[in-house]
């Protein structure tokens, strides 16, 4: 540096010092003038501010911090957005030159002064002198102003003012100058963040640590007033929305000239007191000038999961609950406080959840309804409103309760919004093992082979009915659970009993409401799922995890435990277990249960792993669910849609899920799609094996009682079948359901007397106990009958054959007027019956045949015959009955035959004669009729005749004629010397007539002629 700058560098300084002298000497005079003048007055006052100040708080100085959600592994998950913005970070890592930015802005002499600065207040006053308003006069430290953030208001008075330098002076004597801003750097408001930390973060998207000395500068000058002089210009949108301005590039972020200005003189005051160099100045300048120092906009915070706004809700229950907050305390202390909450959630099994439910072909599609009233809804609101089928799922650790993932919704768009697996839905039959099952097989009131009569019922006015509508009779409990069959269930809730059910379905965790009008204590409820407010997923999957578990339950949680800023344990939450049911019992269910996805109501699998569970649909389709689970984790999954009645303009939608349970696509395929992904790496997963105290034996299904060998003749199939029971609990009745009957097997009646030995069998039928319905269960219709029950019920005390009586045939026989006949003669035979009393009864359906070719049979079905050949025959007639019955459980049709035969003689023909005799009859000249009847003794057949005319025109030339009957022609003469050649044959006769009784007029009269003429000579 040259002598000459060094002088006028020493000349600036001599400047500096005198110009400092000047105003310290005026800043005095100042303060002693207004000592002077007030100094009674003013001295009492100011000792009463300093009296009235609140004592130092060092806990002042703990802020506002968001608290944090760490997942079951340790690491961060989400934050919980408190009221400030922040991160607090120590002192010893925020960089010496982002210290001095603040300092050389805000308190030049921070680090000398003992809380307030003489200088710094004379400035101030003279401010104020300037302004004609001494409260507007800043002035303070530092210390002065984190003492205002954290103990004063921000009121403009002399009072505030005077605590503000006193508690000041108190803090500089408590903490050090280094721990005085840290506190301030992490206190103060940035606008979009508070804290340097969390302002790096948002602004520049870099740690603290990593700031430049232009970004310090930017930041440096935003406290003063953080709206003013925050970095962004906020501009209208074309929208009529506000939001960041940016350059013609549309990337750049337009910068505040009033942040810009500031930031310069920031780093202009960094560089007079020696804290940056020139290179470091021009280069801050350079980049504050152009814009070029990386300001980035503010993230958006992220939405909270369906998990976080789970935890949320349960840790403040859980603060209300143990230190007696109210709600707004308790959400206040959780956003504010810093907090880490441990939580349950498994991140990997959370990711296949959500990737799960973002998939549309997981979801049926929007129904007519709800599309219609999306269309009416939007045009009568102006709103964009769209109604599309909904899900939510739970998925719960099974030995801890854990609460390992949740989804409440396809898409989240804010926070702590509906969480529809947190929300009440009716569950239809997936109660059915919780309130009914479960408790029955655990209170030895029922078994899995007791049965039901799955028929049409009714209790008082209420008609329940199975999904789908069919009944099948006789049912075990394991098939009514395996079918999900609501007559079933019914009928084993009242041997269960309503307050049995109620007392296990608050065991395993259900909203059951037991009082008020409007109650659950009704089987469409414990047994349908009809409940007053419906259940959560999150309490269905709870409540069938005890299965897996061997009948222990964990209450869910979604934490394990929060701790403070300072690692002492806020809350802790130890789930307890609740012993629902016994492992027996659990075991029992289980293995029905089991058997549901392979065919029952669904058809699902988890390769390599055990799993069960039980598919649940509401009436119309206005639900579905499915829960089950695998030997580690318990899911419930829920499909429908958030609003399932709208009224638009008078009109009503209905909107319906439209799917079962275990429809593809629907809950069971949600639940199958989501399990696979969750144990793709946990294979080989098994459910507990037999406890103990369980044994097998064997039951008849029909009955549900010890079998009989009647239970092994059932018509349809043995009915003997192999069951698991608590020990103790085999019944040891004998089946009193099966009974034998002897019955006529063409009427499946009972037999009499007159039925035919042939028809008679002894055969089992099923006879139902009229006391089989439990409690006030009554059949609507008693002589029902389902189909597959039809062809082995027992036929009535009363209901005998009716086929078979005093009518009856008997025996048959075969009647002929004549037992001998000649050759070429033809016979007529009857087929008879005898009643047993005697009469005789035409019998039908008959087939007959000979046995020699003497005789031929010319109609097998009426007995029509003809002698062929001297000799005799043996003429049988066979009568064929058919009927109907039951072979192992299938319709087939049978008959029967009976037969009776005769002899028929067949003598050589004695030559007869053929006879023919004709008549003519004169009409009138030229027209002539003639009757022509051909006769042969003993000839019963017909003859065939054939004419052969000569000068004559006739209606007919050939004919046959029955024997004992007559042909009648008409004949016209059309020439001279007319005549009729007659041929007749009969068997094997033939004879030849020419008849030549005409005569020919050639100029005929119009009068009628009458002349007769018979003749039968050839």
């Known amino acids: 540096m040259s002598d000459d700058q060094q002088k006028n560098n020493k000349r600036k300084g001599n ?68 009221k400030e913005k922040r991160e607090v970070v120590s002192i010893e890592d925020i960089p010496d030159m982002v210290q001095k930015a603040f300092i050389s802005i805000e308190d030049e002499r921070f680090e000398k002064h003992k809380g307030f600065d003489i200088q710094g207040i004379g400035q101030a006053v003279l401010q104020g002198i300037k302004a004609g308003n001494l409260k507007t006069a800043g002035g303070s430290t530092i210390t002065q102003q984190l003492i205002k953030l954290t103990h004063l208001t921000s009121e403009k008075s002399l009072k505030r003012k005077v605590q503000e330098v006193y508690l000041a002076t108190q803090l500089e004597r408590s903490m050090t100058k280094e721990e005085i801003l840290g506190a301030y750097l992490n206190k103060i408001n940035f606008a979009y963040a508070h804290g340097i930390q969390a302002a790096s973060e948002t602004y520049f998207r870099k740690d603290v640590a990593d700031l430049t000395i232009a970004q310090a500068a930017v930041l440096a000058a935003i406290p003063k007033a953080p709206s003013s002089y925050k970095p962004y210009i906020i501009e209208e949108k074309e929208d009529g929305s506000f939001g960041l301005a940016y350059e013609e590039d549309g990337k750049t972020l337009i910068y505040s000239d009033k942040n810009k200005n500031r930031a310069l003189t920031i780093i202009a005051k960094m560089k007079e007191l020696g804290h940056i160099n020139d290179e470091q100045y021009s280069e801050a300048q350079e980049q504050l000038k152009n814009n070029q ?105 099974n030995k801890t309760g854990h609460v390992v993932g949740i989804t409440g919704g396809r898409n989240k768009e804010r926070n702590r919004s509906l969480n529809r697996a947190l929300q009440h839905f009716q569950p239809g039959s997936s109660t059915k093992p919780l309130t009914v099952y479960a408790p029955g097989i655990e209170e030895k009131s029922i078994t899995l082979a007791t049965t039901y009569d799955d028929v049409p019922i009714k209790i008082g006015s209420w008609k329940p009915k199975n999904a789908g509508g069919g009944h099948g009779g006789m049912t075990t409990v394991r098939n009514g659970l ?122 699902i699998s988890v ?265 005799s025959a043996n003429i049988t007639a066979q009568v064929q009955f058919k009927y109907k019955t039951q072979e192992n459980g299938e319709e087939v049709e049978k008959d029967y035959t009976r037969t009776a035969s005769i002899t028929i003689n067949v003598d050589d023909a004695i030559p007869q004669e053929l006879k023919l005799n004709n008549t003519i009859h004169k009409l009138k000249d030229n027209q002539y009729r003639v009757i022509l009847k051909p006769s042969l003794k003993n000839y019963s057949g017909s003859f065939d005749i054939v004419l052969n005319p000569v000068n004559m025109n006739l209606n007919a030339t050939s004919f046959s004629v029955q024997s004992g009957s007559s042909q009648t022609i008409e004949v016209d003469i059309t020439g001279s010397k007319p005549s009729l050649l007659v041929t007749v044959g009969a068997g094997d006769q033939a004879k030849n007539w020419n008849i030549t009784g005409f005569s020919y007029s050639a100029e005929p009269d119009k009068e009628n002629g009458n002349n007769n003429n018979e003749n039968d000579t050839p």
Not at 35 to 60: H, M
Not at 313 to 336: F, G, H, P, R, W
Not at 366 to 374: D, L, Y
Not at 862 to 870: E, R, Y
Request: charged share 20%; with cysteine; proline share 5%.
């Open 15 to 82: 400047k500096k010092k005198k110009s400092g002298i000047n105003f310290w000497r005026l800043s005095l005079i100042i303060i002693l003038l207004v000592t002077i003048i007030g100094a009674g007055t003013v001295g009492g006052v100011v000792f009463s501010y300093i009296r009235s100040a609140e004592p130092l708080n060092k806990d002042n100085f703990v802020y506002m911090e968001p608290s944090v959600i760490v997942d079951k592994n340790g690491d961060f998950y989400q934050e919980l957005q408190g």
């Open 293 to 397: 120092f990386g300001l980035v906009e503010p993230v958006d915070p992220p939405i909270y999961s369906y998990f976080t706004d789970a935890v949320y809700d349960q840790v403040v229950n859980d603060l209300m609950e143990k230190y007696n907050y109210n709600k707004e305390e308790a959400t206040s202390y959780l956003i504010n406080s810093g907090l880490k909450v441990h939580a349950t959630i498994d991140p990997k099994i959370q990711s296949v959840m959500d990737d799960n439910f973002k998939n549309d072909k997981m979801f049926p599609n929007q129904s007519s309804a709800a599309k219609q009233a999306s269309i009416a809804k939007s045009q009568e609101t102006g709103e964009n409103i769209n109604y599309t089928p909904e899900g939510a799922m739970v998925v719960i650790d």
């Open 482 to 603: 395996f079918k999900s069959t609501n007559i079933v269930a019914v009928q084993a809730l009242e041997d269960v009993g309503v307050e049995t059910s109620v007392q296990y379905g608050k065991k395993f965790g259900l909203d059951i409401v037991t009082e008020g009008k409007a109650n659950d204590l009704i089987p469409s409820a414990l047994a349908l799922g009809g409940y007053t407010h419906g259940q959560t997923p999150l309490d269905m999957a709870s409540a069938f995890s005890a299965f897996p578990a061997q009948g222990a339950r964990s209450e869910p949680t979604f934490y394990t435990k929060v701790e403070d800023r300072n690692g002492n344990i806020v809350l802790e939450n130890k789930s307890d277990k609740i012993q629902v049911i016994s492992a027996q019992t659990a075991y029992l269910l289980t293995d029905v249960l089991k058997d549901v996805p392979r065919g029952g109501t669904t058809n």
């Open 607 to 871: 390769p390599g792993v055990d799993i069960a569970g039980k598919t649940g649909t509401t009436n119309e389709n206005m639900h579905a669910w499915f829960v089950g689970y695998t030997p580690n984790y318990t899911a419930a999954v829920w499909y429908g849609y958030d609003e399932n009645k709208v009224v638009s303009k008078g009109k009503t939608y209905r909107m319906n899920i439209g799917i079962y349970g275990g429809s593809k696509p629907g809950p069971a395929s949600m639940w199958e799609s989501v399990m696979r992904g969750i144990h793709k790496d946990l294979k080989g997963q098994r459910f507990p094996g037999n406890p103990g105290g369980i044994v097998s034996a064997q039951v008849d299904s029909v009955s549900g009682l010890a079998p009989t060998e009647l239970s092994a003749k059932d018509p349809r199939g043995s009915t003997i079948i192999s069951e698991l029971f608590i020990s103790g609990t085999v019944p040891k009745e004998k089946d009193n359901y099966h009974v034998e009957y002897e019955v006529d097997i063409t009427t499946n009646k009972l037999a009499t007397e007159y039925c035919p030995a042939e028809l008679v069998q002894s055969k089992v039928f099923i006879k139902k106990p009229d006391n089989r319905f439990p409690g006030s269960v009554k059949p609507l219709n008693a002589n029902y009958v389902p189909k597959n029950e039809q062809d082995v019920i027992a036929p009535a005390e009363n209901d005998f054959c009716t086929i078979h009586g005093q009518n009856s045939s008997e025996e048959i026989q075969i009647f002929a007027p004549k037992d001998r006949i000649q050759i070429g003669e033809e016979l007529q035979l009857e087929v008879r019956g005898h009643a047993s009393h005697g009469d005789q009864i035409k019998i039908g359906n008959i087939q007959y045949s000979s046995d020699s070719d003497a005789v031929q049979i010319l109609d097998p079905k009426s007995g029509l015959i003809k002698g062929l050949a001297q000799g």
